[in-house]
């Protein structure tokens, strides 16, 4: 799916309202609120968008920030990072690499062996249990 192809009339209709806010408009999920940032199951993390699978629960740790947070990504193709200067501070965001929708932000305080802390909204994620 190519996020090119779809007209923001059309990501309205195949997403939710919630949806539609975090992964077109870069809205953002409240912490300790959202529904995968405490969950401990065993699975792979989908995007709610196109489906790509972006995430793997055996990366998934509790930073303590609210968020469902990784160390990587599935595989490096699955995501896509821009300069993100909102809100007065310097960011990455992070996006799926199929369809563009934002996903979070990517930090460098994240634990080994990859220091990174992928802060990933829970709306833009769809969970599949293994």
């Keep these: ?3 090119q192809s779809k007209s923001e009339e059309e990501w309205k209709n195949l997403l939710t309202p919630e949806q539609f806010k975090i992964l077109r408009k870069c809205g953002t999920d409240l912490p300790f609120t959202n529904k995968y940032y405490n969950n401990h199951e065993t699975g792979k993390y989908h995007c709610a968008g196109c489906g790509s699978f972006l995430f ?6 509790d930073s303590g920030s609210g968020w469902p947070s990784f160390t990587s990504p599935a595989h490096q193709n699955a995501i ?3 300069e993100d200067n909102s809100h007065g501070m310097h960011r990455i965001e992070v996006q799926c690499a199929n369809c563009g929708g934002h996903l979070g932000h990517v930090f460098d305080d994240g634990p080994e062996p990859t220091f990174k802390r992928y802060c990933i909204n829970s709306t833009s994620l769809d969970f599949k249990g293994t």
């Design 1 to 3: 799916m190519d996020h």
């Design 56 to 61: 793997d629960s055996n990366e998934k740790f």
């Design 80 to 82: 896509r990072f821009i």
